[in-house]
C-alpha cells in the first residue's frame, strides 16, 4: 500500500488554491501562478498540503526539508512502538519445588518486562495419562504470578504439551 505522493509546484492540478505562506499567515485565494510565483519569489516550493478542501490548501516550504523532517518524525515514533515477545518457560509434571520457584522467578522476570509467557507443561512416557498433574502445576503458576499477569488462554493438552499463555497486565 503505497501512500499518494504530495503534489508541489507544477504538479498541482487546481487553478485556484488557498495559499499559507512560510510563517503561516494566509496569503489567501490565489490562482496557481500567482501562488507558484509567490513561492518562486521566497525560494521555496510550493506544497499541496490538503487536496480534498476546496479550495484546495497548499503551503510554501522547503519541501526537501519537510520530507527530511517527516521521516525522522516517522523512525521516532516506530522505534517507540512496543515489541511483545512471547517467551516460554518449560516444566515437567514432577517438577520440584525449589525448580518451579526458579521457573516461576523467569516468568515474573518475563512480564516485568512486557513480554507475554508461554507456560509449557511437558509429559513423558506414561506421565500423560494423568494430566490433571499438569493441570494443578499450571494452576500454582497462574496463582503465583497472577499480581503481575493475566492468564490470556486457558491451559490445553496438544499431544504430549500441556500449555497456557500468560500476559502482562497493563
Known sequence: MAKPE???????RAREVRVVDDEGEQLG????????????QRGLDLVEVSPNAVPPVCRIMDYGKYKYEASKKAAEAKKK???VELKEVKMRPKTDEHDFQFKVKHARRFLEEGN?????I???GREVTHPEFGQRLLEKVAQEIQDIGAVESTSRLMGRFMSMVVAPKK
Open 6 to 12: 504530495t503534489n508541489i509546484n507544477r504538479a498541482i
Open 29 to 40: 485565494i490565489l490562482s496557481l501562478e500567482e501562488a507558484l510565483v509567490a513561492a518562486q
Open 81 to 83: 512502538t512496543a515489541k
Open 116 to 120: 507475554k509467557v508461554k507456560v509449557t
Open 122 to 124: 511437558m509429559f513423558r
